[in-house]
C-alpha cells in the first residue's frame, strides 16, 4: 500500500528535466527527494520563485525506491502549487463505465456472428473504444473515491488555513494512528537473480569490459522518437548528455497508454537527467554505451535492461501479463456461454448448466496447462540465458556496479530497471 506523508522541510533547489521534457520537474527539500509533472498543477510557476531555505509544507506518496510522489507544495510567502483535482462526478464516471462495458460486450457478442472481414476490423475499432471507455472512467472512479487523494486534499486545506500541524510528524501515513513510525521500505529485487554474480558470470568477467565514468552532464538535451510499427512499435525517449568530455546517450521507453495515467497510481518514477547533474556511468567500453546511470544529486540508479538478459522485474511482469490472458479467455467464455443461452430463448435447465460446466472444466484446464507449459519455457529459457549468456553477465556485473555506487553513498540498494 502506497503510504501517504505530509513534511515541513526547508527548499534546496528545483530541476527540469531535459529540454522537450521539461514537464517533468525534481524538487529537493531537506533531505528528500521529490518528483511531480508540472501538468498536474494549475500553475507551477510557484516552484520558479521559491529560493534555498525558504519553508515549504509539501504533500506527497512514496514510491518503491524510497523516494516520493509530490501532490502539492505550500509556501507562506510564495503561494501553493494547487494541483488540478476536477470535480470528478461520480454518476458520470459510473455511466462512462457502464457504457464502456457495454461497447465491450457488444463487439463481443457482434464477433460470435456471422460476420465480414470488414465488418471484423470495425468491431475491433469499436473494441479497443470501450476498452478506452472503461480504462478512463475506472481510473476516474479509482481517484475520485480513494482514501489517499482524500487526505491529501484534507491535508492541503488544513494547510492553507494556517494549520500545519500535519506536517510537523514526517512519519504521517496512510493507514495508521497519525504518529506512528515510517517502516523500512523493502525492495521489491531482493531475489532478483541479477543482484548476486553466479560461477558462471565470473568465466565470462574477462570478456565483460566495462568501465565506470564519473562527471558532470552537460549539453542536455532529450528526442522522442519510436522504432517498429503497428504491435512492434517501441516508443523511447533519446537523452544525450556529455560526461568527462565524451558524448553520450542513454535511451528510456515508455508506454503511451500509460503515461496520462494519474500519478496517485505511480510506483516508481521515469528517468530523470538535468543540466549539471553529477553522474557515474556504467560503459560497455565495446560500444561505448551507457548500461546504468546513477545520479549522485538525487540518489537514483538506473540500469539499461536489454539484449535476452531476463531480469526479475520482467518476469513478474510476464506472470501478470499471462494471468490477464488467462482471466480474460475465461470472462470471453462466460460471454459465448450467455449468448449461446440468449439465443436458445428462456431460462437455462439442468442439462444447461451442467453442459456450462462441462465447458468452462475444459476451457480452465486448457488454460491452465498452456499458462504452466508457457511459462515453464519461460522459466527454462531464462535460466539457460542467465547461465551461459555474456548479455545476461555483462548486466549482471552492471548491477553490481550500481549497487557499489549505492551503498557508498550510504543508501538503500534500489536499482530501477530502464527499457
Known sequence: MKK????????????????????FRRILAGDKVFYTYSRQFLEANVLNRLVEGDRVYIGAHQLADGIYWLHW??????????????????????????????????????????VTVWLMVLLLFVFCFGC???????????????????????????????????????????PGPLNSPPTQQTSDEQDNDLDALQAADLLLSDRVMLASVSGVATEVSARRDFTGSGKSRRDFIDYQFTCNGSEFSFRSGFNT????????????HPFFLAENDP??????QQDNRVLGVCNERDGCAYLKV????????????????????????????VLYIANKWWEQGGMP?????????????????????????????????SWLVRKY?????????????????????????HIQEVN
Open 306 to 333: 536489454g539484449g535476452i538478459a531476463v531480469s526479475f522485474q520482467q518476469m513478474k511482469l510476464m506472470y501478470k501479463l499471462m494471468t490477464g490472458i488467462c482471466l480474460f479467455s475465461m470472462m470471453t467464455s
Open 349 to 381: 435447465d439442468k442439462w444447461d448448466w451442467l453442459d456450462a460446466v462441462d465447458f468452462f472444466y475444459g476451457i480452465g484446464l486448457m488454460t491452465l496447462m498452456m499458462f504452466c507449459i508457457f511459462m515453464l519455457l519461460i522459466e527454462l529459457s
Open 132 to 174: 478506452w471507455l472503461f480504462a478512463s472512467s475506472f481510473q476516474a472512479l479509482l481517484v475520485g473515491t480513494s482514501s489517499k487523494m482524500r487526505r491529501l486534499l484534507q491535508g492541503l486545506e488544513q494547510v492553507k488555513t494556517g494549520d500545519v500541524s500535519i506536517c510537523h510528524s514526517p512519519a504521517l501515513r496512510l
Open 279 to 284: 553522474l557515474t556511468l556504467v560503459v560497455n
Open 4 to 23: 501517504i506523508f505530509f513534511f515541513d522541510l526547508p527548499f534546496v533547489r528545483h530541476d527540469l528535466n531535459a529540454p522537450s521534457e521539461s514537464q
Open 73 to 114: 507544495l505550500a509556501s507562506e510567502e510564495k503561494g501553493v502549487l494547487q494541483p488540478k483535482v476536477a470535480d470528478i462526478s461520480k454518476l458520470r464516471a459510473t455511466l462512462k463505465l457502464m457504457g464502456g462495458l457495454g461497447v465491450i460486450g457488444a463487439s463481443i457478442y457482434a464477433a460470435f456472428q456471422w
Open 257 to 268: 497508454l500509460t503515461e496520462d495515467l494519474n500519478p496517485l497510481f505511480f510506483r516508481q
Open 389 to 413: 549468456s555474456l548479455s545476461a553477465a555483462r548486466f549482471a556485473f552492471a548491477r553490481q556496479m550500481l549497487t557499489l555506487f549505492k551503498r557508498r553513498r550510504g543508501e538503500q540498494a
